[in-house]
Each structure stands twice: as C-alpha cells, then as structure tokens.
C-alpha cells in the first residue's frame, strides 16, 4: 500500500479512500446473496443477477478450502450432481445438507487484462420436517385413531418434529363448532405440556403445527382427543310385556355418562349371556320365562370398566290373585266383584271373563257391565242384575308373559225379601212373648201386680209405643 509513505493522517485517509475506490473499479462490488434450498430438491444458483453471463464462468467452493467445482469449460461425469445452467448459473440437484455452505462463481470479463467479477453465495438448506410426533398419554385409542381419556384426569401432551434447523413447533385446539385457537405454550422448538384434570370442555382437535424456520415448510398433525365420563348414579332395570303380551323385553338404563354405555343381561344363576347392547334391551319369549327368574343386567362403560356395582337384578313373577268367592246380587240391583293382584312384574293385564261356554268369553265394558281397575284391584260391576242372564260363574283372568291365573266367582241373584213383613212378623212375635210372660208373672206372683203397678202399665204400653 502507498499508506505507508503518507506522513500526515489527513493525507492518509485521502489516499485510503482512493485505495478503496480504485479496488472497487476493478473488482466490481462483489454480490453476495442467501439461497435457500430443500433436501433432496434441485436448486439452480445464478452466478450474477444478470441472467447472461458476459464471460468464462466457474464456481468453487469455498470451504474448508477453495474447490474447484466446474466452469463452462469442464465436462463432468454425467453422475456428477453439478452442472451448469446457460453457462453460469450452477444447478444442484438432490440437495444434500452436505451441500450448505458459501460458494464462489468467478465470471471472467476480459482474459488479457485478468478482469473478473467474483460473487459469493451463501447456499443453506433445510430439512423436513417431514414428520410430527404427536405423543398423548395416556390415552385410550379407538380403532380410527381418535384418542379418549377420562374426565378429571391427567393428560401430557408432546410435539416433536425431525427438522433441520429445528421446526417451531405449535399446538392449536380446535371445540367442536369453534375455531381454532392457539393452545399450550409455542413458539419453541418442541411444545411439551400438562393438562390436570381433563373436563369435556376439552375435548375437541388437537393439532401440532411444526414450521421449517429457513425454508418455511409448514407440517401438521391432528388428533382428535375425547373427554370420556361414567354415569354417576347406579343402573336401572326392569321388566316390560311386548307383542301384545306374548314376550318380555327386559329393560337396562344407565344415563348420565358419556359415550353410552354397553348392556349384558345374564340370566341368573349362571351367568348364561343373554345378549351385549348399546340398547340394554332384550327381548324373551315364553319358554324362556319361568316364576321367579332372575335375570342381571351389567353396565360397562368405556372408562368406567372396573366399576363395582354397575349392575342391577330383575326378578319375573307371575300373577297372583285374591277375590271373594261368592257373591250375591238382589234381583234389579248392582253387584260388585273385585279381584286383587299381586306380585307380578312385569305388571299383569286384568280381564273378566263369563264363563258360559268352554273357552270363555271376556267382558267388555258395557252399559251392563262397568270395569274398572284401579292399581292392583280391578272390579267388574253388574247392573240390574237378572237371574237367567247374570247368575253364574264369572272369572278374573290375570296374565303376564310368566303366567296366567284365574279365579272362579259364583254370583247367586236372589229376588229381594219383603222388609215390611218381616219386620211385622217380628213385632207379633214380639208381643206374644209379652204377653206370654206377663200371663206367667201375673198367675204365679200377683203381689208384685199391687206392689208395681207402674211397672204392669209400662209393660203392657210400651209394645203398642215401639
Ligand atoms: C431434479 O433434477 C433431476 C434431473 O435433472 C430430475 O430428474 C428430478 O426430477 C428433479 N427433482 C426435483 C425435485 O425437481
Ligand atoms: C445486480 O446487482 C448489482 C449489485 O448488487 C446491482 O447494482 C444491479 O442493479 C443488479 N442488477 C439487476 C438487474 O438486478
Ligand atoms: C437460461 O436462459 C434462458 C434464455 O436466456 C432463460 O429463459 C432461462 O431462464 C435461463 N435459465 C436460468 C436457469 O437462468
Ligand atoms: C459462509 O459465510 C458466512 C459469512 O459470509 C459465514 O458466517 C458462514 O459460516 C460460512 N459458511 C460456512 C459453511 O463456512
Ligand atoms: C480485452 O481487453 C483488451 C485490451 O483493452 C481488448 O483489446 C480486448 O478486445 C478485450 N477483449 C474482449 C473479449 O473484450
Ligand atoms: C372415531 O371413533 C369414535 C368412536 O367410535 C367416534 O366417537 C368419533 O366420532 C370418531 N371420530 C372421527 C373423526 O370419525
Ligand atoms: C417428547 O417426544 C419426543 C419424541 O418422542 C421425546 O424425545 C421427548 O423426550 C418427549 N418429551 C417429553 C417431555 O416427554
Ligand atoms: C375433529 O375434526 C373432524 C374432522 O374435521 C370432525 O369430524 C370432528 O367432529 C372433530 N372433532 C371434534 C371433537 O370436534
Ligand atoms: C415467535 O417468535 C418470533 C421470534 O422469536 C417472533 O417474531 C414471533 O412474533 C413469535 N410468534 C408468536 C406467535 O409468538
Ligand atoms: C360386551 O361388549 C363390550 C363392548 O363391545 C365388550 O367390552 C365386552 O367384552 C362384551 N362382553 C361380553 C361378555 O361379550
Ligand atoms: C323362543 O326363543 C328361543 C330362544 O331364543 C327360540 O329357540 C325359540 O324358537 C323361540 N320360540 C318362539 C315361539 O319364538
Ligand atoms: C246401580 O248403579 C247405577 C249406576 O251407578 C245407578 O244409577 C243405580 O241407581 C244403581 N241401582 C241400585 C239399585 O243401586
């Protein structure tokens, strides 16, 4: 440098400047640009912003040492991953992380006088991510992938992603008719946290989003995690009549809980499996009924397995019934007949039949006849009744799919006796005992007449009062 041989500092500066000025005429500002490229991607680097190349092109690599690579005058084996593009710009193909680093393209612009331009360009490439790694847990997993846990409890939830450099890594969450929103801690490199107690209002999509700082590759993954519950309260069960009285539909409820729960009715004793449901309900025919049989329903929830309890018993029982055996009716009155059931359940149907020929006939209501039933009685009231039509037997016929039983009632019609005549025979009688008695007093003890007088004027009087 001529620096050296400037004494003044204002004059070294000046010649400085010149120095720098005449070094920039001949190498021309040298460019540098960032390229960013994709693994296994091909990526063409242009020598210069200018597209034509105005000489002899070649490329080096810079580091570790300055290489050689090629120039418009080299011919490469054709397995080579370099070549050149329009003479200058070099063309990469399956980049390789490998392939990051600064190179120089060297363009030469008049050989005779050794006039270049040099360009560095710094390559970088990015990898993935390609790949996310959502980790719920823990978590029950239904066979198309959705992941389930139980309300209340402890859910960790980790992202990760094989990425070069390092992918940013976010978690949104998504309720069901809501947008997303974003969730958990981001903006880091990996996204790792822990929900306590898991309530259904979590529950909904999950979804990791990791983003490739350098190439901006966006890659997601999403989970659709369910918050799962037991019903709280115990399962009900019970016995209903079907088809018109020919079957039995046994009945098992266990509400409350989330998803609905599975039902298993066994017959007891021997666990003998009736059938496995969503619905809880089977249906028996007669010849699988007999008196007294129970039959066991199991709830089993999806997150309540192991639930003690989570069970009930229903017991069949035929009808049983109580009525009077006999009954009499007064010729042009009313009747009442009442039959009483008892212990069946499912809940028997109460018929009355007339049972004047073999098989019976029922009773309709009528303007003859008034039924009525009322919770366990049922009664069956004749009006004006007639000796030829309504004397006989009459049934009370209770059924349920277990059994049916019958009671016989033998109802007399009777003409109505004469009040007033009997109540005049009685008052003779009456009288004649009187006078019977006072005949004997009078004959065996007539002092007691002088000494009670009052007592013979009251006996003899009061028949005629009463
Ligand atoms: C890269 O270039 C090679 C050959 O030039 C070609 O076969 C391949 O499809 C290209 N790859 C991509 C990702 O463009
Ligand atoms: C090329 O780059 C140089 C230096 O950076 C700049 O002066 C010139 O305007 C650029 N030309 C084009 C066509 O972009
Ligand atoms: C090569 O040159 C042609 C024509 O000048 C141009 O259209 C094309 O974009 C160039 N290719 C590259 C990779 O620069
Ligand atoms: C490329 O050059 C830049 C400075 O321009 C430097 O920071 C970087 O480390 C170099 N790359 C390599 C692979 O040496
Ligand atoms: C290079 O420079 C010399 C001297 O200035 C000139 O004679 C020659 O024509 C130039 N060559 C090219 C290719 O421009
Ligand atoms: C996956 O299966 C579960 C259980 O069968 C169901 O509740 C859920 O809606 C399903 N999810 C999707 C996205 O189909
Ligand atoms: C998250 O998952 C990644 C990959 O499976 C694992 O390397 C990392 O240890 C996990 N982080 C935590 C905190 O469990
Ligand atoms: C999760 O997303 C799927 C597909 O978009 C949707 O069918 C499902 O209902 C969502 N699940 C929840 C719990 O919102
Ligand atoms: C993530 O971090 C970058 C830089 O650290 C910042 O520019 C950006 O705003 C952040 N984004 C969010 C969503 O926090
Ligand atoms: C009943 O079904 C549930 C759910 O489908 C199943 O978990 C259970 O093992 C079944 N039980 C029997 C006895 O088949
Ligand atoms: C009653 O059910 C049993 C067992 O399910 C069956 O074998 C039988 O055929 C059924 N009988 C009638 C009359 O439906
Ligand atoms: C019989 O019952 C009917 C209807 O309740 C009533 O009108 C009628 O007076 C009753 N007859 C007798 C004799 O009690």
Request: aromatic share 8%.
């Given at each position: 440098?001529?620096?050296?041989?400037?004494?003044?500092?204002?004059?070294?500066?000046?010649?400085?400047?010149?120095?720098?000025?005449?070094?920039?005429?001949?190498?021309?500002?040298?460019?540098?640009?960032?390229?960013?490229?994709?693994?296994?991607?091909?990526?063409?680097?242009?020598?210069?912003?200018?597209?034509?190349?105005?000489?002899?092109?070649?490329?080096?690599?810079?580091?570790?040492?300055?290489?050689?690579?090629?120039?418009?005058?080299?011919?490469?084996?054709?397995?080579?991953?370099?070549?050149?593009?329009?003479?200058?710009?070099?063309?990469?193909?399956?980049?390789?992380?490998?392939?990051?680093?600064?190179?120089?393209?060297?363009?030469?612009?008049?050989?005779?006088?050794?006039?270049?331009?040099?360009?560095?360009?710094?390559?970088?490439?990015?990898?993935?991510?390609?790949?996310?790694?959502?980790?719920?847990?823990?978590?029950?997993?239904?066979?198309?992938?959705?992941?389930?846990?139980?309300?209340?409890?402890?859910?960790?939830?980790?992202?990760?992603?094989?990425?070069?450099?390092?992918?940013?890594?976010?978690?949104?969450?998504?309720?069901?008719?809501?947008?997303?929103?974003?969730?958990?801690?981001?903006?880091?490199?990996?996204?790792?946290?822990?929900?306590?107690?898991?309530?259904?209002?979590?529950?909904?999509?999950?979804?990791?989003?990791?983003?490739?700082?350098?190439?901006?590759?966006?890659?997601?993954?999403?989970?659709?995690?369910?918050?799962?519950?037991?019903?709280?309260?115990?399962?009900?069960?019970?016995?209903?009549?079907?088809?018109?009285?020919?079957?039995?539909?046994?009945?098992?409820?266990?509400?409350?809980?989330?998803?609905?729960?599975?039902?298993?009715?066994?017959?007891?004793?021997?666990?003998?499996?009736?059938?496995?449901?969503?619905?809880?309900?089977?249906?028996?025919?007669?010849?699988?009924?007999?008196?007294?049989?129970?039959?066991?329903?199991?709830?089993?929830?999806?997150?309540?397995?192991?639930?003690?309890?989570?069970?009930?018993?229903?017991?069949?029982?035929?009808?049983?019934?109580?009525?009077?055996?006999?009954?009499?009716?007064?010729?042009?009155?009313n009747v009442t007949l009442t039959c009483?059931?008892?212990?069946?359940?499912?809940?028997?149907k109460i018929s009355w039949l007339r049972?004047?020929?073999?098989?019976g006939e029922e009773i309709l209501p009528s303007p003859h006849y008034l039924i009525m039933h009322k919770?366990?009685v049922s009664t069956l009231t004749i009006l004006n009744c007639?000796?030829?039509v309504d004397?006989?037997?009459y049934v009370c016929r209770?059924?349920?799919?277990?059994?049916?039983?019958?009671?016989?009632?033998?109802l007399?019609?009777?003409?109505?006796?004469?009040?007033?005549?009997?109540?005049?025979?009685?008052?003779?009688?009456?009288?004649?005992?009187?006078?019977?008695?006072?005949?004997?007093?009078?004959?065996?003890?007539?002092?007691?007449?002088?000494?009670?007088?009052?007592?013979?004027?009251?006996?003899?009087?009061?028949?005629?009062?009463?």
């Open positions: 440098m001529t620096g050296g041989r400037a004494p003044t500092p204002l004059l070294l500066l000046l010649l400085l400047l010149l120095c720098e000025l005449s070094l920039a005429s001949r190498v021309p500002p040298e460019t540098k640009a960032v390229f960013i490229g994709e693994e296994l991607e091909n990526i063409t680097i242009p020598c210069s912003n200018t597209s034509v190349s105005r000489g002899l092109v070649s490329w080096y690599r810079n580091e570790p040492e300055a290489t050689f690579l090629l120039s418009s005058e080299t011919t490469l084996p054709s397995e080579s991953h370099y070549s050149l593009v329009n003479a200058s710009s070099l063309h990469i193909t399956g980049l390789g992380l490998q392939d990051e680093g600064n190179y120089t393209c060297r363009e030469v612009l008049n050989e005779t006088l050794g006039d270049h331009l040099e360009h560095r360009v710094q390559l970088l490439v990015a990898s993935g991510p390609t790949q996310i790694d959502i980790n719920i847990s823990p978590t029950g997993i239904h066979p198309n992938g959705s992941l389930f846990v139980a309300r209340g409890s402890q859910v960790t939830f980790n992202c990760s992603s094989s990425s070069y450099p390092p992918a940013v890594v976010e978690w949104s969450f998504q309720q069901s008719g809501s947008s997303s929103e974003p969730f958990g801690v981001n903006n880091e490199t990996f996204s790792y946290f822990v929900l306590h107690n898991m309530s259904p209002t979590l529950q909904g999509n999950y979804t990791c989003l990791a983003t490739n700082t350098l190439s901006k590759r966006v890659q997601k993954e999403t989970s659709e995690l369910l918050v799962y519950y037991p019903p709280w309260s115990a399962p009900q069960c019970w016995a209903e009549t079907a088809a018109m009285g020919s079957m039995l539909q046994l009945i098992c409820r266990w509400s409350g809980g989330y998803p609905d729960p599975v039902f298993l009715w066994t017959e007891e004793p021997g666990n003998l499996i009736l059938g496995n449901s969503s619905l809880g309900v089977e249906t028996l025919n007669r010849s699988q009924l007999s008196d007294g049989k129970k039959f066991k329903c199991i709830g089993n929830h999806i997150v309540g397995s192991g639930m003690t309890g989570a069970n009930c018993v229903v017991q069949i029982n035929g009808p049983t019934l109580q009525s009077e055996p006999m009954k009499t009716c007064f010729l042009g009155g009483e059931v008892s212990g069946a359940n499912p809940a028997a049972n004047l020929s073999q098989s919770d366990s007639s000796q030829g004397e006989g037997y209770a059924e349920n799919p277990v059994r049916v039983r019958e009671v016989d009632i033998w007399t019609v009777k003409k109505p006796l004469n009040i007033g005549g009997i109540v005049g025979a009685v008052v003779i009688l009456l009288l004649l005992g009187m006078g019977t008695v006072s005949g004997f007093i009078l004959y065996y003890s007539p002092n007691i007449c002088l000494k009670g007088k009052n007592y013979l004027v009251f006996s003899r009087v009061s028949p005629k009062e009463a």
